[in-house]
Structures are given as structure tokens and as C-alpha cells.
T-cell receptor, first 117, second 113 residues
Framework: GAVVSQHPSRVICKSGTSVKIECRSLDFQATTMFWYRQFPKKSLMLMAT?????????EQGVEKDKFLINHASLTLSTLTVTSAHPEDSSFYIC?????????????FGSGTRLTVV | GEDVEQSLFLSVREGDSSVINCTYTDSSSTYLYWYKQEPGAGLQLLTYIFSNMDMKQDQRLTVLLNKKDKHLSLRIADTQTGDSAIYFCAEEDAGAGSYQLTFGKGTKLSVIP
């Protein structure tokens, strides 16, 4: 079945540095990928929709200059947390759909635990 | 790697009970979660169960866990049209501080008025 590979699984960085998280669709092409962030009580907030070859669509309240999304190919989307601060520490996860026309059947990456010290 | 499986669709009539099933492979799962996603939104945590429990009830929601068979279910009593959404099962392996969440593909629940 469809597999989404997300790396790194864990990262610790210093305040002020940038961190890049990669999400790859291994055996299918994904023109759209979704990025989520987990908040207390473990709900996952949709941050943005990544679109191959065009700008990402950010949800209200998400700083696009802070969370840079690049979807340069049909199999790779990246989320870069720029000038990271401790409040950016969270669990980030991506998802994609093998069937771009469907609204079901999403495949998730395994997530990235970011700790900013 | 670990795997979580759930059926993609479920259709029920309003007022009936819905049962969404999930199977997982990780024998060291610590927590198992159910999330609800409405169109265009994030994943709202509905409920969770610790791996040493076999049942948890929260208002209209009942979670059953069969750890031997690695089977998890979510029962929604008196299903309403507002329950129409995609429901994701997820398992967490918190062993050795690894904290990895593995999601199923989601079950799209359609409630027929």
C-alpha cells in the first residue's frame, strides 16, 4: 500500500536555528500533502496544505514566514521551521492521499518530534 | 514497520449505532487513539485508551480494546448527522521515549438521515 516516509523522527535544535522536516511519498505521486501540528490533549491542528509546483495554502493563524513549505516535486514536501523557539517544540506530521481526487484513504508519515532548547 | 488498518467506509442510518473497527500490529502499543476529522479541518482527539484497559466509555462513545487480537473499535451510539466525518485510529508506542504515532487511513462515516 501507499507509504509516506517522514524524516527525521526526532530532532533537537537550539533556539534561533532552522529545522527542515521532509515528507516523501514512496510509491505514489502526491500533488497535495498536508502538514499537521499536535497540541496539548493531542489534537492535530492542520497547519497548511502543500501543493506541488505552487504556493502552500496556510490555515488561519499559521505564520507562513515561520513555517516554510516547499513542494518541489510530486513525491517530496518539506516543512522548515525557521528561527525556531521553544514554543515551536511539538510533534509535526504529514499526510498524503494516493488518490488525489478522493477525500478519504489518507496515509500519514510517522511524525517528527521537534524539541527546541 | 508498524501498521494500522481500518476499513475506508461506513454508512449508517441516523439514530443507529456506528461501529468503526481498527487492527494494529505493534504489540508494544502504549495508547490507542480515535480522532475525528471534518472536511478541511485538523484531527480532533475524540478519545483514547491505555493499552492495559479493555473498555472505555465517554457519553455516546465506547472504545473496546482486544489486546490479544490487536483489535480496537469505536462505537458511537445514537449516531447523528453531525457525526459524519472521517475517523482515524492511531497507536502510540511510547517505549524507550520514542513516541511514535502510527495512523490508519481513516474510515469515512456517512450518516443517512
Amino acid at each position: 500500500g501507499a507509504v509516506v516516509s517522514q524524516h527525521p523522527s526526532r530532532v533537537i535544535c537550539k533556539s534561533g536555528t532552522s529545522v527542515k522536516i521532509e515528507c516523501r511519498s514512496l510509491d505514489f505521486q502526491a500533488t497535495t500533502m498536508f502538514w499537521y501540528r499536535q497540541f496539548p490533549k493531542k489534537s492535530l491542528m492542520l497547519m497548511a496544505t502543500s501543493n506541488e509546483g505552487s504556493k502552500a495554502t496556510y490555515e488561519q493563524g499559521v505564520e507562513k514566514d515561520k513555517f516554510l513549505i516547499n513542494h518541489a516535486s510530486l513525491t517530496l514536501s518539506t516543512l522548515t521551521v525557521t528561527s525556531a523557539h521553544p514554543e515551536d517544540s511539538s510533534f509535526y506530521i504529514c499526510s498524503a492521499n494516493e488518490d488525489q481526487t478522493a477525500t478519504y484513504g489518507y496515509t500519514f508519515g510517522s511524525g517528527t518530534r521537534l524539541t527546541v532548547v | 514497520g508498524e501498521d494500522v488498518e481500518q476499513s475506508l467506509f461506513l454508512s449508517v442510518r441516523e439514530g443507529d449505532s456506528s461501529v468503526i473497527n481498527c487492527t494494529y500490529t505493534d504489540s508494544s502499543s502504549t495508547y490507542l487513539y480515535w480522532y475525528k476529522q471534518e472536511p478541511g479541518a485538523g484531527l480532533q482527539l475524540l478519545t483514547y485508551i491505555f493499552s492495559n484497559m479493555d473498555m472505555k466509555q465517554d457519553q455516546r462513545l465506547t472504545v473496546l480494546l482486544n489486546k490479544k487480537d490487536k483489535h480496537l473499535s469505536l462505537r458511537i451510539a445514537d449516531t447523528q448527522t453531525g457525526d459524519s466525518a472521517i475517523y482515524f485510529c492511531a497507536e502510540e508506542d511510547a517505549g524507550a521515549g520514542s513516541y511514535q504515532l502510527t495512523f490508519g487511513k481513516g474510515t469515512k462515516l456517512s450518516v443517512i438521515p
